[in-house]
């Protein structure tokens, strides 16, 4: 039997020789069309550095690249900018509150059971965040306020912007919450787990990459993809040896230790593959205060990184997780500069991407179900793969 592609499915060409039209379930399903919405993501540093007292020509250099560039609304005001969860939080100035390591029963580590112990672990790191007093809501709010009324006396000219990213956000109901998720899962990331079950967490966390939402903050993600380019680094290096130093220089650049190096880099990740919400990915253009150079080398080195992982995958694996990594929407990055101003933004989805030679052995079988578990693929793609009705 031979078959046609039609409208991106597939649908068998074997008809009635007296029927004047197919039947009703040889047409393919219309795929709903989803609005794609752009987002404009500002890094907290550079938040702060436009909100500075003094910094009103900043502020003003700002808005004219907007305009430049075609960002600003139609009246010349501000586009839908926005902080994410935890760069809210740093711009609030609230460091995440430190607590004792969690101990887990000897009968939640068991080999194999790595879902049993990250459950526990987020079941028993959750309610620490949130009794956590500097993190209540009406803390949260009285510090959003009490920055907001310093700067209605100082800048009043950034109000407009400090609204937009921090007074809306405080003012809904149950604003915290993903500042408390993701803080919890960002513990998840950095808890130590015996040896016997690294493997499989850490495929767990490279799936937060496909399917998590706001529950998993880009810091979190960041520092999943650090860990790929560490283990992808030296046969990338063995590889391309023609570009060693381009490698070496992508190196230094994801030399990351610190949680505020982390969340640098947030803007990085949402950019290559989009902002993740209910319908899927929307593309986003972020706003960094690196130079260009250093965004570009950040960039390529992160898409690296994911491409040596996703090429030790096997193919039938592959293609059952492959309707998420379609949804990805590369966005840009603009450098941001002293004055205010930036530079046109970088085209994460242009850059080049290096390779290393695959594998010969796929990843652990039990890794493997791990990430694909975490996505959600069943057992049979077919019921994966269906296109919406």
């Known amino acids: 039997m031979q078959e046609a592609a039609c409208k991106g499915t597939i649908v068998s060409e074997l008809r009635a020789r007296d029927a004047k039209s197919p039947p009703y379930w040889q047409y393919p399903k219309a795929r709903r069309r989803r609005r794609i919405k752009n987002h404009f993501l500002v890094d907290s540093r550079v938040f702060r550095h436009l909100c500075a007292p003094g910094r009103e020509p900043v502020l003003a250099a700002f ?50 059971e790595y879902l049993t112990a990250m459950t526990l672990v987020i079941k028993l790191a959750e309610p ?39 007074s809306e956000i405080a003012a809904r109901e149950g604003f915290r919450d993903p500042i408390i998720r993701q803080l919890a899962f960002d513990y998840l990331f950095r808890y130590s787990f015996p040896d016997h079950l690294r ?38 290096l063995k590889t391309n040896l023609a570009s060693r130093a381009e490698l070496q220089a992508l190196d230094r650049e994801m030399k990351l230790r610190t ?9 990085i990740h949402h950019a290559v593959l989009g902002y993740e919400t209910e319908p899927g990915f929307n593309p986003v253009m972020a706003f960094a205060p690196e130079a260009e150079e250093k965004i570009r080398a950040r960039c390529i080195a992160y898409k690296s990184a994911l491409r040596v992982f996703l090429d030790q995958i096997t193919p039938s694996d592959l293609a059952k997780i492959s309707y998420k990594i ?3 929407k590369p966005g840009s990055v603009a ?24 594998k010969s052995l796929p990843l652990d079988r039990a890794a493997a179900d791990a990430l694909l578990g975490a996505i959600g693929v069943e057992e049979e793609a077919e019921a994966v793969l269906e296109p919406e009705d």
């Open 63 to 112: 808005r004219e690249s907007l305009a430049h560039h075609g960002f600003a609304s139609a009246d010349g005001s501000l586009p839908r900018l926005k902080l994410s969860p935890l760069g809210l939080l740093a711009v609030l100035g609230v460091d995440p509150p430190r607590f004792e390591p969690i101990l887990l029963p000897p009968d939640t580590v068991k080999s194999g």
């Open 128 to 166: 620490k965040f949130r009794d956590t007093l500097e993190l209540q809501s009406d803390a949260l709010r009285d510090r959003a306020e009490a920055l907001r009324a310093t700067l209605a006396t100082v800048r009043p000219d950034a109000l407009d912007l400090y609204d937009l990213c921090v």
């Open 199 to 236: 493997e499989e967490v850490f495929q767990f966390f490279c799936a937060s990459l496909f399917a998590a939402g706001e529950s998993v903050a880009g810091l979190s993600k960041m520092r999943a993809v650090k860990v790929l380019w560490d283990r992808a680094y030296p046969r990338l």
């Open 259 to 267: 949680r505020k190096d982390f969340l640098g880099r947030e803007s």
């Open 326 to 328: 379609e949804d990805w």
């Open 335 to 358: 450098p941001c500069l002293e004055d205010g101003s930036f530079l046109p933004p970088v085209t994460t989805g242009d850059l080049p991407v290096y390779t290393a030679e695959k």
